[in-house]
């Protein structure tokens, strides 16, 4: 099996919602996001690639026309923790790129939510 990454950042703030009042969370607050979208496949196209980096473009293209510099709360129409978030851009990209299998978000150098659709 072959697999391959790619990175991308955007900055927005959000509130989490369902959190006790004197949680920081609850306040509205910023990250530095990035995220990650993974690929594979179990045979390389004739290039030798599992996708071409350049034709995840669509994604780049998501990410700073919809989420960078946005109050993601006003985005999502769900609460914009860093799991739904991943499941969202998951979701959102899988039908024209079958070669991903998961999706990470990190608010933080420290922090990472991945949604796998099939971890087997």
């Given at each position: ?9 955007f900055s927005a703030s959000h509130i989490l919602e369902g959190l006790p009042?004197?949680?920081?969370c609850a306040r509205m607050h910023g990250h530095n996001y990035i995220v ?47 799991e739904n978030m991943a499941k969202a851009i998951y979701d959102r990209f ?27």
């Amino acid at each position: 099996m072959y697999k391959i990454s790619k990175q991308f950042a955007f900055s927005a703030s959000h509130i989490l919602e369902g959190l006790p009042q004197e949680h920081p969370c609850a306040r509205m607050h910023g990250h530095n996001y990035i995220v990650t979208v993974h690929l594979k496949a179990e045979q390389l196209n004739k290039v030798g690639f599992v996708k071409d980096y350049r034709e995840l473009s669509a994604v780049k293209e998501y990410i700073d026309n919809e989420l960078d510099h946005r109050h993601l709360n006003d985005v999502f129409p769900f609460n914009p923790t860093a799991e739904n978030m991943a499941k969202a851009i998951y979701d959102r990209f899988k039908p024209e790129m079958p070669e991903l299998y998961a999706v990470e978000v990190s608010e933080t150098p420290k922090t990472t939510a991945i949604y796998e659709a099939d971890c087997k």
